[in-house]
């Protein structure tokens, strides 16, 4: 079983609409939960990061964990064509913290 | 601040060569990563760095692969002799130390292709 489990999609949506990307994870006892976005011929680059179980907002983005289920997600609001990219789930390790990415979920925001 | 930088962006060489990726951290940076992404995965560590030492090159195919990180800045990867499976991208990262809460800024990558 993967560490971190994420649907690669592809995901096309209009613009303006809400994205919901997700990932699952299988270690209980992971506590720092990041999102990367990746453009086209681009590396990641963190998006937003967070420690707990929750909402945390940052302008249009919103992650969310709920450790209970080992279920994160990001949301996007009123997404914009720039919103186009692949978004990847990373959790560090408890005891190395090494980065443990989803396969990544490729978003079209069409104009 | 300048990011990391990565060269060359694109090679293509054909199974048995050998090639070379080079990775120039951001400055003060101690720690450097090296992953591989294959097409439609998540980028998967290859070897990590704490200034010119290895602290975790469990993941890399030391039969073919290697890396150094001479006076802890600049970092070569080299592939010896390539597979057709090799082919990816090549990330390199770097942040200030390896604790979960400095961030891993990461270059544009090398794209490689073995035909």
């Known amino acids: 079983q993967k560490e971190v489990e994420q649907d690669p999609g592809p995901l096309s949506v209009p613009e303006g609409a809400i994205v919901s990307l997700n990932c699952t994870y299988s270690?209980?006892?992971?506590?720092?939960f990041m999102w990367y976005r990746q453009y086209s011929r681009k590396g990641p680059e963190l998006l937003m990061y967070?420690?707990?179980?929750g909402n945390k907002e940052d302008g249009r983005f919103t992650a969310q964990v709920d450790k209970s289920s080992k279920y994160i997600s990001l949301f996007i609001r009123d997404s914009q064509p720039s919103d186009s990219a692949t978004y990847l789930c990373?959790?560090?390790?408890?005891?190395?913290?090494?980065?443990?990415f989803g396969a990544g979920t490729t978003v079209t925001v069409r104009a | 601040e300048a990011g990391v930088a990565q060269s060359p962006r694109y090679k293509i060489i054909e199974k048995r060569q050998s090639v070379a990726f080079w990775c120039n951290p951001i400055s003060g940076h101690a720690t450097l990563y090296w992953y591989q992404q294959i097409l439609g995965q998540g980028p998967k560590l290859l070897i990590q760095f704490q200034n010119n030492g290895v602290v975790d090159d469990s993941q890399l195919p030391k039969d073919r692969f290697s890396a150094e990180r001479l006076k802890g800045v600049d970092s070569t990867l080299k592939i010896q002799p390539a597979k057709l499976e090799d082919s990816a991208v090549y990330l390199c990262?770097?942040?200030?130390?390896?604790?979960?809460?400095?961030?891993?800024?990461f270059g544009p990558g090398t794209r490689l292709t073995v035909l």
């Open positions: 270690n209980s006892a992971f506590q720092y």
């Open positions: 990262a770097s942040s200030r130390s390896p604790q979960r809460e400095d961030t891993q800024y």
């Open positions: 967070t420690y707990s179980s």
């Open positions: 990373a959790i560090p390790r408890s005891n190395d913290y090494k980065l443990s």
